[in-house]
């Protein structure tokens, strides 16, 4: 006589879990290994005009507080940045916090962090003159190593930078006004377009 089967019966399978389980590990996978496409375009041009509005104030309004113009334009530039950075990724579905995005800025954040100490230091020890330098060789630095995990045309942006922080090591200091203007000005503006243009703001 047979005695009657002890084997359950399978489970039905949750399907809707199962389906956002495997979006879940989809959305991971591609932000683990995507561009980030979030780099601001209009941002950009915005710090594009503000450093060309520096650019005159410093030349034109007061040479002996360039300085200060400038750091004031850094952090509007920052905010300007970071502010459009932020609102490009939301709309993208993109999370700064983690993947690709989180790369991007540990990619970028230290060599901005190490142009604000120069900039101090250098201050302090009378070698304001080659605080231009500084900063277009750092944020040069920092773009091309961030853009590392972004389309092209970013690194392609910091290695513009970068040349004209070569220039400003060794051109006369009367020079270095123009040289800002030309990158945190020029650079920003045509590559803030092109990237507005090809990526979206």
């Not at 594009?48 to 002996?64: F, K, Q, R, T």
């Not at 972004?150 to 290695?159: E, F, H, K, T, Y």
């Amino acid at each position: 006589m047979r005695q009657p089967s002890t084997a359950r019966a399978p489970q039905p399978v949750n399907l809707q879990s199962q389906a956002a389980d495997n979006l879940r590990f989809l959305r991971q996978a591609m932000e683990s290994s995507g561009s980030f496409t979030s780099v601001p375009g209009w941002g950009g041009i915005l710090m594009g005009l503000s450093a060309l509005a520096a650019a005159a104030a410093a030349e034109w309004l007061a040479p002996a507080r360039w300085l200060e113009i400038w750091l004031g334009d850094a952090l509007l530039a920052f905010a300007i940045g970071g502010g459009a950075m932020a609102r490009k990724a939301r709309v993208q579905g993109v999370r700064l916090s983690r993947g690709v995005g989180r790369r991007f800025l540990l990619s970028l954040t230290p060599p901005l962090a190490a142009a604000a100490l120069l900039t101090v230091a250098l201050t302090r020890a009378g070698l304001a003159e080659l605080v231009p330098a500084t900063w277009l060789l750092l944020y040069g630095a920092g773009v091309i190593t961030g853009g590392a995990f972004s389309v092209r045309l970013v690194p392609m942006m910091g290695a513009c930078f970068m040349a004209l922080g070569v220039a400003a090591l060794f051109a006369p200091a009367a020079w270095s006004n123009p040289l800002l203007a030309a990158g945190f000005g020029g650079c920003h503006l045509l590559f803030g377009g092109i990237i507005a243009r090809r990526y979206g703001g």
